[in-house]
């Protein structure tokens, strides 16, 4: 078990080690991001402030958390995705600023306490909302192009991890149309009352949470199972197991957003429908565990991670 462990920390430290000058400053600026939401759950716990509202500074932990997160997935994900080095810097890099636009302006209007979204009160919160609004537009670009990229330039990976890869980007692409849909509704109706637009917008709150992060579940499950002993075939149907199991899942949940039903106050058939879809990716990622920290001694495996991780297109 301990070889296993080292053997895939070592495969992790070459997404460092090999890559760009681009891809460690998005790794860095994730990093940053994400320890700025946990500061912000911690004063958030100690001061003991409101966990809902517009102003609350649960919004700045959850955007410091989602997008630190987010970020250092794309840019580790696209390691399997073949792009030429000019496109690779351009698109990580945008995605990093914007990732990092969006999670600092909106920790600058909580701690000013004021909404960030939808606020049109002042000539500088319209800037700020403005701005937050341009810069989630640029990141379903982004992500719209990655996604392309996935599908046109797929490398030397194997076809489970080129199915874990496009369905990733597939899934963050729907998380981000959700999130402009909801700028599209609360714009609206923030001339007449901002408070009345967060709470409307927010309703797919719930969707586009779980539909960001398919990004790493799923590659990172197809990149687990590349430290098994098990042929391309078996790897296959855990990684379509694992996508079924998220699919299900995000789609019940979307459905429910829309249909305005809290996950957790659910009917029955769609709570053991997102049961059955978290089922079916926790076999997934147990099987994928077990195969890789148990596989047998000396058996070889084929890893999908390149020899190096900026490839040519050919």
């Known amino acids: 078990m301990s070889t296993a462990i080292r053997t895939t920390g070592r495969s992790l430290r070459r997404s460092w080690d090999e890559g760009i000058r681009v891809e460690r400053a998005a790794f ?3 990093a940053v991001l994400f320890a700025s939401g946990l500061v912000h759950l911690v004063v958030l716990v100690v001061s003991g402030g409101p966990w809902t509202g517009p102003t609350s500074l649960r919004k700045a932990a959850t955007f410091g958390l989602s997008f630190g997160l987010t970020l250092a997935s794309v840019v580790w994900v696209t390691h399997f995705v073949a792009l030429r080095p000019r496109p690779r810097q351009v698109l990580l890099g945008g995605f990093t600023l914007a990732c ?6 909106v920790s600058m209007q909580s701690w000013r306490g004021v909404p960030s979204h939808f606020n049109f009160t002042t000539p500088f919160d319209a800037t700020v909302a403005f701005t937050l609004a341009f810069g989630g537009l ?3 670009v982004l992500v719209l192009a990655f996604t392309l990229a996935a599908f046109r330039h797929v490398g030397r990976s ?10 990733g980007f597939v899934v963050l692409a729907v998380a981000m149309a959700l999130g402009a849909a909801m700028i599209a509704v609360g714009v609206p109706l923030s001339r007449a009352d901002p408070r009345a637009a967060f709470e409307t917008a927010g309703f797919l709150k719930p969707a586009h949470a779980v539909t ?22 078996v790897r296959m149907r855990v990684v379509r197991l694992g996508a079924f199991g998220y699919l299900l899942l995000s789609a019940v949940v979307v459905a429910e957003s829309i249909a305005r039903v809290s996950p957790l106050a659910a009917p ?6 997102s049961l059955a879809g978290l089922a079916a990716l926790v076999t997934a990622g147990g099987l994928a565990g ?22 040519s297109v050919t």
């Open 138 to 140: 640029a990141i379903v």
């Open 100 to 105: 990092a636009l969006e999670t600092t302006l």
């Open 212 to 233: 960001m992060h398919a990004i790493l579940v799923i590659p990172g499950l197809a990149w687990l199972l590349t430290f098994t002993a098990w042929p391309e075939s």
């Open 28 to 30: 860095v600026v994730g």
């Open 158 to 167: 194997t076809p489970s991890m080129r199915l874990a890869v496009r369905f």
């Open 268 to 273: 029955i058939v769609p709570t053991l429908l």
């Open 290 to 311: 077990y195969g890789a920290l148990y596989r047998r001694t000396g058996d070889s495996r084929r890893r999908d991670f390149p020899t190096s991780v900026h490839e």
